[in-house]
């Protein structure tokens, strides 16, 4: 497969070719990564480029120029020399026609990883919880199907093998009794195509799904200027999750009862409503499919230790894996592994937890990838069964900096540190297995 990402001009086209859509070389292609330029015009033109590509630890791949006389319809190939080290590498350009400046690449991003891609793998994950499960977060349904498709090869490129994002329940399940799977089907399908484990949660509560006592139960003021997601009637709960658990029987292996229940603009009913929220989503989904995983929806962070405890002490058999998030420097998040941890010690439930979103927003990408690799190898460490970073790609929409800056890749798929980072550790550890702690001294493990 040929592809190409950068930017097409009426009269010529010049793109970043590195032979997939997501900016991905891998150091065994035979074909070196380059810019691909065309001609788009039918009548003849002289053509030049003043390409740059450079690693981001300042070292020059080229610096150059290439000129061309084209036909109507012709074009060439500008070959960069092969990269020798693997890393980020971010290219500038500027196409001449004719003497005249037509494309200077500027005021965006283009850039690609050479790596050694871990995936995709031959078989999905087996969902055994003694082989760890390296996950990444993403909302692809909220993109059009290209994008879907650029989230799976990215994901499944680096090693992931599930990835977790959010279906609508209102998209789905429009009115009561009324399913629309034909969006979600067809992502499912992009996820068999490359192997990957799609995990969901059953959030969030349509207008006509709201409980009629739901308004009386909320949790936050009256006066604030947004209120949260309110609790939903668990008949119609209940038959949502049937439906979409008898739908993808087999195919869907991994849910989740709900998002952040902890964070009021999520969820603004009580504990207890949740924890009975949790045991529904759990019988249900077993009722249907006895061998999918069955999550508690993951909390936010340490500050959701209330709602741990009510669960573990009244539902402590409504869920498979308990699901923890975390986003935070790696000092922090360490306080809030072993909160949790010792929440399933005291009340003795033993069941594995799984981080599975958790990341840090960090402007300074190179943070994020030091971030990444402590945070797994650590919960991985510390009991945990699988790790999901959020997220997989920006959000394009969300300008704000937190929302920005916590993705392993750019809007248009623009590889980051962390990708790497993420592929390095997947290829290290795909197949590893966790022994104990060998003893150091100091902060190692």
Same mark, same amino acid.
């Given at each position: 497969?040929?592809?190409?990402s950068?930017f ?9 070719d590195?032979?997939?859509d ?12 380059g810019?691909?330029v065309?001609?788009a ?30 036909e ?33 690449q ?14 995709p ?5 087996d969902l ?13 349904l ?15 490129l ?13 998209e ?20 068999d195509e490359?192997r ?13 799904a ?5 308004e ?5 003021? $009256? #006066? /604030? ?5 309110? &609790?939903?009637?668990?008949? @119609? ?6 439906? !979409? ?13 709900w ?6 603009w ?6 207890a ?6 045991k ?9 499919d $006895? #061998? /999918?995983?069955?999550e508690?929806?993951? &909390?936010?962070?340490?500050? @959701? ?6 669960? !573990?002490k ?7 894996y ?29 069941r ?8 840090l ?14 945070k ?7 009991g ?14 969300r ?37 104990g702690e ?5 902060d190692?493990?």
């Amino acid at each position: 497969m040929m592809a190409f990402s950068g930017f097409a001009l009426a009269a010529l086209v010049c793109l970043l070719d590195t032979g997939n859509d997501v900016h991905v070389w891998d150091v065994r292609s035979a074909v070196p990564p380059g810019l691909a330029v065309t001609n788009a015009e039918d009548t003849a033109c002289d053509v030049t480029v003043k390409a740059r590509c450079v690693r981001r630890d300042g070292t020059v791949l080229f610096d150059g120029v290439r000129k061309w006389r084209f036909e109507g319809g012709a074009g060439a190939r500008l070959d960069f020399p092969r990269p020798d080290r693997n890393g980020i590498y971010e290219v500038t350009y500027a196409v001449s026609k004719d003497g005249k400046v037509v494309d200077e690449q500027a005021g965006h991003e283009l850039r690609f990883a050479a790596m050694r891609p871990t995936g995709p793998f031959a078989e999905k994950h087996d969902l055994d919880p003694r082989h760890f499960l390296f996950g990444v977060c993403a909302h692809p349904l909220r993109h059009p199907v290209e994008v879907q498709r650029k989230a799976a090869l990215a994901a499944a490129l680096c090693g992931a093998r599930h990835l977790r994002g959010s279906l609508s329940w209102g998209e789905h399940n429009p009115k009561p009794g009324v399913f629309d799977w034909r969006k979600s089907d067809a992502f499912m399908d992009i996820m068999d195509e490359y192997r990957l484990q799609w995990q969901t949660h059953f959030g969030y509560t349509p207008a006509w799904a709201i409980a009629a006592d739901a308004e009386a139960k909320r949790t936050s003021s $009256p #006066t /604030a200027k947004k209120r949260g997601m309110p &609790f939903p009637d668990l008949k @119609a709960y209940a038959d949502y999750v049937r439906a !979409l658990a008898t739908h993808y029987r087999g195919r869907f292996r991994i849910y989740e009862a709900w998002n952040e229940p902890d964070i009021n603009w999520f969820a603004d009913f009580p504990i207890a409503d949740y924890v009975e929220m949790q045991k529904v989503c759990y019988r249900t989904v077993k009722a249907i499919d $006895p #061998t /999918a995983i069955v999550e508690t929806a993951g &909390f936010a962070n340490t500050h @959701a230790e209330p709602w741990i405890d009510a669960l !573990l002490k009244e539902a402590p058999d409504s869920f498979d894996y308990l699901a923890w998030h975390g986003h935070c420097p790696f000092g922090q998040y360490l306080s809030g592994v072993g909160m949790v941890r010792s929440k399933l010690h005291e009340y003795g439930v033993k069941r594995p937890w799984i981080a599975n979103e958790t990341a840090l927003s960090d402007p300074d990408e190179h943070v994020l990838a030091q971030n990444l690799p402590q945070k797994i190898v650590y919960s991985w460490a510390n009991g945990a069964c699988g790790y999901a970073w959020f997220r997989l790609f920006n959000n394009e929409k969300r300008k704000d900096g937190s929302e920005s800056n916590f993705a392993m890749m750019s809007s248009d798929f623009n590889p980051k540190e962390p990708y790497l980072a993420y592929n390095m550790l997947t290829g290290l550890l795909t197949d590893a297995r966790y022994v104990g702690e060998p003893g150091f001294a100091g902060d190692l493990w």
